[in-house]
């Protein structure tokens, strides 16, 4: 019991020094590019892009865990895909805990455009484990009629460890 009780509270300091620590930011653009803004106060990297697929940006909100998890995910690509015609992104999963971790991510989709409804995609059961980073597809049907072009953001509203 004694173990258990010192491994806890050596996580929970790693967690305690993981938000207060420095803080990064895990956006990622479509073109590769790290042209835009970024506010370390809240944990958020927003990214545009020239081409069809869409700029990206993380940002959270919630509780001391949500933030963390939130800090976690990297937004790899969002873009419309003709295929299937659905709003996709691309996201990376970065575990630097001491702990294997199960997530649950949540991306909205958005845009300047008065046509561009905002879509979720929600993926749920991310298997990271400690020290390691996973890849995941979230996906959502396309609402509109057009080429997809209106959306121009993906960000993560939600992201969380089970």
Not at 39 to 68: E, R
Request: net charge neutral.
């Amino acid at each position: 019991m004694k173990i258990r009780h010192a491994r806890a509270i050596a996580v929970f300091g790693i967690a305690v020094l993981a938000l207060t620590g420095a803080r990064g930011s895990h956006g990622g653009s479509c073109s590769g590019s790290s042209s835009g803004s970024s506010s370390s106060s809240g944990g958020s990297t927003h990214h545009s892009d020239d081409d069809n697929s869409s700029g990206s940006s993380v940002s959270g909100g919630g509780s001391s865990s949500g933030n963390a998890a939130v800090r976690d995910v990297t937004i790899d690509k969002c873009a419309y895909d003709a295929a299937t015609k659905s709003l996709t992104a691309r996201i990376t999963v970065k575990n630097d805990g001491a702990l294997d971790y199960d997530y649950s991510v949540t991306m909205k989709f958005t845009g300047t455009a008065a046509t561009a409804v905002p879509a979720t995609a929600v993926k749920t059961g991310i298997a990271v484990a400690a020290g390691a980073s996973a890849s995941a597809e979230l996906s959502t049907p396309y609402p509109g009629t057009g080429d997809g072009s209106e959306y121009t953001e993906c960000e993560v509203t939600r992201a969380s460890r089970l």
